[in-house]
């Protein structure tokens, strides 16, 4: 069976398998825990039906003394102390044979010697049990976080490999509520599988073994009602899995508005939306309330139907118990229907909370299936087995014929195109015309879904993704930082570097000049996304992480269109130190910046209309003429 086709249960459960070793080992602890809990219970009998009426009866005049008879006797007494008597049991106004009994193992050991080995015992199940208990728990938390690391794990190098594609059709806020919200509830319920379920499933064998040993008849009367139980947790299961996958989903649509809030915070404070935001929020937040109380409601309901039934069951068994024990049928004496009935709450209230993690998992399947829909989906394509790989750019990049739609309607239509190595080349167009798309081509975001890509006769399909990023390096519109230090954003392209050559690539970008404003210098924390620097200033620190990559292709992407004349006079100094001696596709919107490229490649409606340097360009009518001139206000 493929992975796919297994039931998330089940998956979940395989990331268990390298811990558990740690997990036997907690479960091993459980089962004595819980096999010391019965056994103090089970002492209640020897207690009852032996050492008390001996204790309590004369003989020759006296009654027995229950002193201390010396450490030797009560080891030596130990293992036949809770071996019992039957004791006839007279109650005023009932009359009965006493039943016929077979004489007890410990039978003829003095009233004192059971009474302190019955303690000994008690002392030693004492001591056994906070041992077991910590070793219970710490060796099923310590397996459970490790599986949460390696859920999260998974999912983070799942999101990575995913396609752009994939990351631009997908809403942030679903996808944190996968990655974040529904691995801890996937996490939960195998938390509650391996840990509340088994623990529980292993007292409640244990309990069933001692009640049967106490009383195999009372025992078979109470599992009649292991029936309604089952059907009674499985029917609430089915509407608690379906109204908790609902619930989630509205958990992602809550963390997506929050996204957007938290993203536009400057667009919603200018046009004073704040109260709109506000309402909607409430909205969304009161829907997921209401989702959620439907799942505790079915949470609820299916725990007081269990509760209901286990009490009642409880009573009519302790009722039953009461007759069989004044009539002596089978053998039941006091101390056994007082043992039975201490086991039988204590796995009453086992089985409470058996239920009660059985319906939580219900509650959290959805949630790993959401999980394991986003660990499922398609990663990037793997390179071929005879992917070759390159060092640089020696002839030329040839597009030829390539086509592409992100739906029905094509965005670049048989371009054809060849930058020569070391060539600056410039592609200018109308918003929409394919200028973007072609680069996320030649980086092989997406594929091409007619013609090919070449890099010195060698198709992109056969060149080593990895080889083929090495040699590119971007800088875009929208300059990214990471929530660190300068330097560490300038180092990001060439982790290696050293602090020298970071400085000198942050010289060369014009970075120093801003440098003694920051109060760390290089190492001054630049806040998330670089909130701490202006436009300009950010623009200037990706330059210099591209420059310290030293890409064999550089891709400038409408790298100074949002920056004053100030901030583009300084970008576009730094622009020029990066062209030199390298292949450059730059994307312009202000087409002052492209007038000295090797050529100008002008697409529209995604598809080459001109090429030509600037001066052939004006010379002769067309789109990139009129475009100048209206940018110019002149004849350009």
């Not at 990023?469 to 560490?488: I, K, N, S, W, Y």
Request: glycine content about 8%; charged content about 20%.
């Amino acid at each position: 069976m493929s992975e796919r086709a297994r039931s998330p249960l089940a998956r979940l459960t395989g990331y268990v398998r390298p811990y558990l070793l740690v997990l036997l080992l907690g479960l091993a602890c459980t089962t004595v825990y819980s096999g010391a809990r019965m056994g103090r219970t089970y002492l209640l009998k020897p207690l009852l039906d032996d050492v008390l009426p001996a204790a309590s009866t004369p003989v020759d005049g006296a009654r027995p003394s229950l002193a201390w008879p010396g450490l030797a006797r009560v080891v030596a007494a130990l293992p036949r102390v809770v071996a019992t008597d039957s004791v006839e049991l007279t109650l005023p106004g009932v009359t009965r044979a006493p039943a016929a009994a077979a004489p007890a193992a410990g039978s003829g050991l003095p009233p004192a010697d059971r009474f302190w080995g019955l303690l000994l015992a008690g002392l030693l199940i004492v001591a056994v049990l906070p041992v077991a208990h910590f070793g219970q728990n710490y060796f099923s938390e310590w397996a459970m976080g490790r599986v949460l690391i390696d859920l999260q794990q998974n999912m983070a190098t799942q999101l990575l490999a995913l396609p752009l594609a994939r990351h631009q059709d997908m809403r942030r806020g679903d996808a944190l509520t996968r990655t974040l919200s529904d691995s801890m509830v996937a996490h939960g319920a195998l938390r509650a599988l391996l840990g509340d379920v088994l623990e529980s499933g292993i007292a409640i064998v244990v309990s069933v073994a001692t009640l049967l040993l106490i009383s195999w008849q009372l025992t078979l009367a109470t599992l009649l009602i292991a029936p309604a139980l089952a059907g009674v947790v499985a029917w609430f299961g089915r509407r608690i899995r379906h109204r908790a996958r609902r619930r989630q989903e509205t958990v992602g649509e809550v963390t997506q508005r929050l996204v957007g809030i938290l993203s536009g915070i400057k667009v919603i404070k200018a046009f004073r939306a704040e109260r709109d935001e506000e309402r909607a929020f409430a909205t969304d937040n009161r829907r997921l309330f209401e989702r959620s109380m439907k799942v505790v409601k079915s949470r609820v309901w299916s725990k007081s139907a269990v509760e209901g039934l286990t009490n009642v069951a409880g009573l009519a068994v302790l009722g039953v118990g009461m007759l069989l024990a004044i009539d002596g049928r089978f053998g039941l004496t006091p101390g056994s229907l007082a043992a039975f009935v201490t086991v039988m709450l204590t796995s009453q209230r086992t089985a409470r909370d058996l239920t009660k993690s059985w319906t939580q998992i219900q509650d959290a399947l959805p949630s790993a299936e959401r999980f394991f829909e986003l660990l499922d989906a398609p990663r990037e394509p793997a390179d071929p087995p005879d992917a070759v790989r390159i060092d640089g750019i020696r002839d030329a990049i040839r597009i030829s014929k390539v086509s592409f739609s992100y739906g029905r309607e094509p965005v670049l239509r048989d371009v054809s195109l060849t930058i020569r190595a070391g060539e600056v080349v410039a592609l200018v167009g109308r918003t929409g015309s394919g200028k973007t798309t072609l680069a996320d081509l030649l980086l092989r975001f997406f594929e091409p879904q007619a013609g090919t890509i070449e890099i010195d006769g060698v198709d992109l399909r056969h060149i080593a993704r990895d080889s083929l990023l090495a040699q590119v390096a971007v800088v875009a519109q929208e300059p990214f930082l990471f929530a660190g230090t300068l330097r560490d954003n300038i180092r990001y392209g060439r982790p290696g570097a050293s602090d020298a050559e970071v400085e000198a690539a942050a010289r060369t970008a014009h970075v120093d000049e801003f440098i003694t404003s920051l109060p760390q210098g290089y190492d001054t924390v630049i806040g998330d996304a670089g909130a701490k620097l202006s436009g300009g200033q950010r623009q200037r620190v990706t330059i210099a992480r591209a420059l310290l990559k030293n890409p064999a292709l550089l891709i400038f992407d409408e790298a100074t269109s949002a920056l004053d004349a100030q901030s583009e006079r300084l970008v576009q100094q730094a622009i020029d130190r990066l062209l030199e001696g390298r292949t450059v596709l730059v994307i312009a919107h202000r087409l002052s910046t492209v007038r000295h490229a090797d050529r100008i490649v002008v697409l529209e409606h995604g598809a080459v209309s001109q090429v030509g340097s600037h001066d052939e360009l004006m010379q002769q009518p067309g789109l990139y003429r009129d475009l100048v001139r209206i940018q110019s206000g002149g004849p350009g």
